[in-house]
């Protein structure tokens, strides 16, 4: 039988430490939906989607009603598009009719994103790949709730140079073609270095090719709950502490997993894995830099940063992985700046950097997220940039992802407010020095070696 | 069995759990447990229910319980049972 402190305990975190479910994100495989005529293509998209997730946002809400806990977000990944659209697309145009035809499912199902606007390039394009690239501002600009993740590298494959070269221009375009309202197509537009197949996060979440059919994948998220656990033991040395958040991550993983059967259950598609990923929110108490400020870090940035961010991603993973059956997606601390209210604190100061943020990218969950820069940052240098993360993922055998938004009209000190989850951010400094003659060379990086690692 | 708790936060005062008792006889609700702690004039409040033989909707009830609650100053919560035994029982 439940105790009175237990229940108490839960719904203090839930109504006063912001502990929500933060994503159900139904995968869908639209292998099945494949066909050479563009027509007929869409027809079984649309039909696919609206079919199989038809149920999906009521369901969500009513286990949010009967456990009590926020569910914030019901979602749907797809397979990436440039493997679906591979036959019927001729043209970038194709592409985007099919990114029209998400955003109408989407709509009619009434999720507010739907990822898997994707192509997976680590080792090199098709034309159907470039197509999609290519297409990714248009797509973007002309849908609200389609979002795009385009993978660049990974371990086992190494780094094409030639699409992170394209992606610094596909980025700029984006900006562009959304920059009337502050660039916010490029808030939907990720590239990664050894993506997950199953991540329900958004903008980087698309259905693998190795998925079942259908899959219910949950993400929890609760950097509150952490937070204020960590408070109770302020002073105490790091065998308390990271006790503290590894029991914490339990306790917060349980709810998922149990909102994970349970969405499963009632929507008869099979489980695949919760998120254990801490996701912050701009909302106050919602925070990743607070959770390393209260562990003494004076502000996120400062010396220390990196290790503390370490220990949290680490003991998130050790906490979470006893309380689910199966744990997947990117599982970790993620480091968005403009949706943390403390770290968008700690760049408006300058103890926060780019290159700081870089380095803390080795040890958290993803990688240099939701980072706005001036709007006249060059293709080369954002790919530059990129290509700064995809070696660090690549050698480091870990998830590493950019979404960086150069927005239009903006200068480094501007602030910039996406609202909502999205929150707002001081425009980040970027180095003056270029590298147009390191990308401009093209190619690929090869694979690194996996054995004499110092 | 279809296992509930109910949770009810607020200024202690005569008749709170006699109003929420009575909806709970109206509708059908058996009490398997209730506990309670007072803090200064506060109370704190957890019942655990059955609402096998409740002929009423999930959704009614909470709504039902949150008039309840808003009738005599408290805040009251309706959850599963469940949340509470995956995040502290192994």
Request: proline share 3%; hydrophobic share 40%.
């Amino acid at each position: 039988m439940v105790e009175l402190n237990e229940v108490f305990e839960t719904n203090t975190m839930i109504c006063g430490e912001n502990l929500d479910v933060r994503t159900i994100t139904m995968g869908i495989s639209l292998l099945d939906c494949c066909d050479s005529d563009l027509d007929v293509l869409c027809g079984n998209i649309y039909g696919k989607i609206t079919e199989s997730a038809k149920d999906l946002v009521r369901v969500g809400d009513e286990i949010g009603l009967d456990f009590g806990i926020p569910v914030i977000n019901k979602r749907v990944s797809v397979t990436p598009i440039s493997i679906v659209g591979s036959s019927a697309c001729r043209t970038s145009g194709d592409f985007v009719r099919i990114a029209e035809t998400m955003e109408k499912a989407a709509c009619e199902i009434g999720v507010n994103f739907i990822g898997g606007f994707s192509a997976l390039v680590q080792k090199g394009m098709t034309a159907a790949d470039q197509m999609l690239i290519r297409s990714i501002p248009e797509a973007l600009s002309v849908t609200e709730r389609v979002c795009s993740s385009v993978s660049l590298a990974s371990t086992k494959t190494g780094i094409d140079m030639d699409a992170v070269k394209l992606m610094g221009s596909v980025i700029k375009e984006t900006a562009e073609a959304t920059g009337h309202r502050d660039s916010i197509g490029c808030a939907k537009l990720v590239v990664f270095c050894n993506p997950a197949d199953d991540n329900p996060f958004m903008a980087g979440a698309f259905h693998g090719v190795t998925e079942t059919d259908l899959v219910i994948n949950v993400g929890v998220s609760g950097p509150g709950v952490v937070k204020t656990a960590i408070s109770k033991v302020r002073g105490e040395n790091f065998e308390v502490l990271c006790e503290t958040i590894k029991k914490t991550a339990f306790k917060v993983t349980r709810v998922g997993q149990l909102v994970a059967k349970e969405a499963s259950r009632r929507l008869n598609v099979p489980f695949g894995i919760v998120d254990l990923s801490l996701a912050p929110t701009p909302a106050v108490g919602d925070s990743i830099g607070d959770i390393i400020q209260e562990m003494g870090i004076e502000y996120v940035g400062a010396p220390g940063t990196t290790a503390a961010l370490a220990i949290l991603n680490d003991q998130v993973k050790k906490g979470g992985v006893m309380a689910s059956s199966y744990v997947g997606g990117l599982s970790g601390a993620f480091i968005p700046v403009s949706e943390d209210r403390s770290m968008a604190y700690a760049a408006e100061i300058g103890a926060l950097t780019l290159e700081k943020l870089e380095a803390m990218t080795c040890v958290c969950s993803v990688g240099l997220d939701m980072v706005p820069v001036p709007g006249d940052t060059s293709a080369e240098t954002i790919s530059g940039i990129i290509a700064d993360e995809m070696a660090i993922g690549m050698i480091n055998q870990k998830t590493t992802a950019v979404r960086i938004i150069p927005v239009c009209g903006k200068r480094a000190g501007d602030t910039i407010e996406f609202g909502g989850l999205l929150g707002s951010s001081p425009i980040m400094p970027v180095s003056r020095y270029g590298c147009k003659a390191f990308i401009d060379r093209g190619g690929r990086i090869p694979a690194p070696i996996h054995s004499f690692k110092n | 069995m279809n296992r509930v708790v109910v949770t009810l936060v607020g200024k202690d005062h005569i008749g709170i759990i006699a109003t929420v008792c009575n909806y709970f006889a109206e509708n059908s609700i058996n009490i398997l447990d209730i506990k309670q702690t007072t803090v200064q004039e506060y109370i704190n409040m957890m019942m655990i229910v059955d609402l096998e033989k409740c002929t009423k909707q999930f959704s009614e009830i909470v709504c039902g319980l949150e008039d309840v609650g808003k009738k005599v100053g408290c805040i009251i919560r309706v959850q599963h049972e469940e949340i509470f035994d995956m995040m502290h029982r192994i």
